[in-house]
């Protein structure tokens, strides 16, 4: 078996003998990556749970492929090229390249082309999962994320686009958000296809730098956009980037184009430039019978990735959010889509045009987590026992019993530790009450039970004597003591 | 930058233009990666969330690192060398190889090294993600797969690794199995320490091949074990496995120990192996004051992984089974895990002796499917309002409104397809009705439904005239309808 994987080998690992004391290892993880704790991850399950249940109620199946998938099979549709594997995780495995999937999108096309026979189609399915993208990380720029992407392949009606897109409202609605608090902008890329056969732009390169140089209408102002389809733009920092070249007339009637608000004011440049508007005709006749108003036409649309070939959508939150150095940012969208109806002929010559959405899942949480209206739970530690005595162990065993039996979070402490530490690790786990047992209390069949809800640190106040005479101790009877608990 | 990545770079993927008719894709998945549906996933998020609700009942916080570390950082502790990298995915990163966690200990010991004096202690964390092997596949035998961890780091005492097995235990009751569906089989690396002190096996690879040995009972029996402890042993397809080459009397008195039922009743064979017995015997008394009867000691229960240090445990299912090719197996296990001391200390210094229990999630979830006394949900399809007329959209969007209302999964049928199409899309998707408004029932403010329910396939066998007469078939009034229908 080949030993050699790619032309070095990870660090020389021979084996660790972990009882040894080593040169000790950095605890950090590589740029890109973190860690989640608690009210993000709890906030996170329900969330995910509030959209699966609205995609099964909305007639969508659900379907998890594998992480890994034939490096070739996924292609290489990302913008961002700036990265060795053009932002794709690859290993050779064996002898084929492997990569982790960037998105759900080019793996549900090999599921479809795989399984087409047995789908029913239209297929609606949705998936939540990791992607990874092997780009440069900056800050809040993930090399990991979670993507849930609700798709359906297999009808070319734009009537499903425009579904998709109630579907989406809906589901936003469902997990907390006011109409006011976002909305759903909407493109078709044969208007910008049409728009650069017009102005006879060709070349694969060029198209694809005047796209990415719309994309960025966001971050780099109107006039921002006009350098980069120009010859090039130089940002705070210095740094330089080159720009599509076009020419004057050229860039002048794409900053009109993106000026349009209303698409029935548009005069058609050619073929497939009317085809794109009949299609958000479509959509807006669509949206008006479901009495569906919370969306804008928006030619700046324009969605990074190079697979789309219709009508392109956006969900965009309008309420205010802080970025990690507590400033207010335009955060932007939290999610969009589009018609892709050659994805799955990559494959096959198969009858499978598709339209999808994929919600950013840690954007939308980071986005909730600042949300007013939204009751995030704040986390309830367990109520502690402390373990005053060994022997008490099966005393303690009891009131452990009829807290879990009430469903309520509660442990005993284990460790061998003073009173004081052990209270100290009731203040870490923001635990609601302690109970205290000792000799007195197992003596006469009671438990005394210390409210710590409203105080910041009992460890570091109060002492056993204190303890005793506090307010908010209380001694009561085992039989009765679960009146006094209120979480 | 540096544009060369390993030896060779991935497949040369110029820019893929998606309209132009390539060469096709094999929609293949790598070996070793499955793709999931419906049923299982579903039976897996709810044994996921019960699985979740009850550590956070017992008192454990949720933690998820990322699925990347540094190489060096999760070592190597697995005990399959028979590939590259020793079983882990690696990537170079700039200057520095990073892997795809291989479980969600090393992570863990990781992470509060890092956070260490923010963290309570003990610190109670569950984690259930996925984690990647790069094994050599086969049957049954996946690269990638969930794991539910639930760890207690910062506390020596032996009464946590006791507690940690009662959640284990009461959580398999509370997804629904029996006492007699299941054991909690202990045992203690400390005995098989002092053993092989005992015997002067003191040379680290001799050590590995004996545990690995052992390890195999389940598969080669007790002939094999003494086969592979000695000189080695050929397997039916004619493959040798070089043994541990240990010496007759070596070997005998392995053997026996292997046999032993009750730990009382063995000699202590030296310090450290009386560690192990007054270690198991806290355990045991733990259990008898919890009234904890489900578990057994068993000696041959060694637990794969390089850094146990103390008790290791294994749950082990009691009912039968079926493999891929419906012949009834012998499952084994569906998690285990044990005491490992001294992995946080590969960071830092610190006082953070651990112990910890891993579920195999898909394993769990691959018996509970086979599982009579489960009551796995079946899937039941949207029901498809079928589309009759494009005129009546917004007859069929009322009708839609009504289910989605009521909370019963529906959509609209979209596509431009004959009716008769559109009931085998019903089929496929398992609806238990469809509703058929045309001209007649529009006018008079009527819907007409059919129960597909106890119906085969109802697109073969009847046309448009068959349905008016069908006796499942009901027409009733708008306001009425969703009495009939019965989810």
Redesign the interface.
């Known amino acids: ?11 020389n ?1 021979t ?5 040894s004391e ?1 040169k ?7 740029s890109g ?6 009210e993000e ?2 906030l996170r ?1 329900e969330i995910i ?1 509030l959209i ?1 249940n609205n995609f ?4 969508f ?13 996924i ?3 990302l913008p961002d090229q ?5 932002g ?6 064996e002898n ?4 982790l999937r960037y998105d759900l999108t080019a793996p549900l096309a ?2 479809v ?2 399984n087409y026979d047995l ?4 297929f ?1 399915r949705f998936q939540v999962g ?1 992607v ?1 993208r092997n780009e440069k990380p900056g800050p809040g720029r993930f ?2 994320f979670i993507q849930f992407d609700i798709d359906i392949v297999g ?1 070319s ?1 734009v ?2 686009d425009a ?1 998709l897109c109630l579907v989406i409202s809906d589901t936003l609605n469902k997990i907390g958000l006011k109409n006011q608090d976002f909305k759903i902008r909407i493109n078709n890329r044969k208007l910008l296809q049409g728009l650069l056969e017009d102005l006879k732009i060709l070349d ?1 390169k060029q198209i694809q730098s005047t796209l990415r140089a719309i994309d960025k209408l966001d971050r780099v102002g109107i006039k921002g956009v006009e350098l980069l389809l120009g010859n090039g733009r130089k940002d705070k920092s210095g740094d330089f980037t080159k720009g599509a070249e076009l020419k004057k007339n050229q860039i002048d009637k794409i900053i009109s184009f993106l000026d349009f608000k209303d698409f029935n004011k548009i005069t058609p440049l050619n073929e497939i430039f009317s085809e794109g508007i009949k299609e958000l005709i479509i959509i807006k006749n ?1 949206f008006e ?2 009495n569906f108003k919370n969306f804008v036409f928006d030619p700046t649309v324009i969605r990074g990735l ?2 789309y070939t219709g009508p392109i959508f956006e969900a965009n939150l309008s309420f205010k959010v802080k970025n990690e150095k507590d400033v207010e940012i335009e955060f932007g969208s939290i999610g969009g889509g589009g018609r892709y109806d ?2 799955v002929n ?4 198969l009858n499978a045009p598709a339209t999808g959405f994929s919600i950013g899942v840690d954007r939308l949480i980071y986005a909730l987590l600042q949300y007013d209206d939204l009751k995030i739970k704040n ?1 309830i ?2 109520i ?1 026992i402390c373990n005053l005595d060994e022997a008490y ?2 005393y303690y ?1 009891q009131i452990l019993s009829k807290l ?1 039996d009430a ?6 402490y ?3 530790n003073s009173l004081k530490n052990q209270l100290k ?1 009731a203040d ?2 923001k635990s609601p009450y302690v109970i205290i047992c000792g000799e007195d209390e197992v003596k006469n069949n009671e438990v005394t039970i210390k409210n710590l809800k409203d105080t910041d640190k009992v460890s570091d106040a109060i002492n056993r004597e204190d303890w005793k005479s506090s307010s908010k101790q209380k001694k009561c009877s085992i039989e009765n003591f679960l009146k006094e608990i209120k979480i």
């Open positions: 078996m080949d030993q050699e994987v790619g032309g070095s080998n990870p660090p690992c084996k660790i003998q972990i009882m080593n000790k290892l950095n605890p950090e993880l590589p990556f973190k860690d989640r704790i608690n991850l709890l399950d749970s699966k099964i109620l909305n007639g199946d659900q379907l998890e492929t594998s992480s890994f998938e034939y490096s070739d099979v292609g290489k549709f700036d990265r060795p594997q053009s794709v995780f690859s290993i050779k495995d084929d390249w492997i990569s090999r599921y082309a795989k789908l029913p189609r239209p609606k990791q990874w090399r990991e009808d009606n009537q499903y579904d694969y669509y019978l479901f190079d697979y050659k994805l990559r494959f096959k010559n986390i530690g367990p502690v162990l099966g065993r879990r469903n309520i979070c509660s442990e005993i284990l460790g061998k690790y870490k786990r």
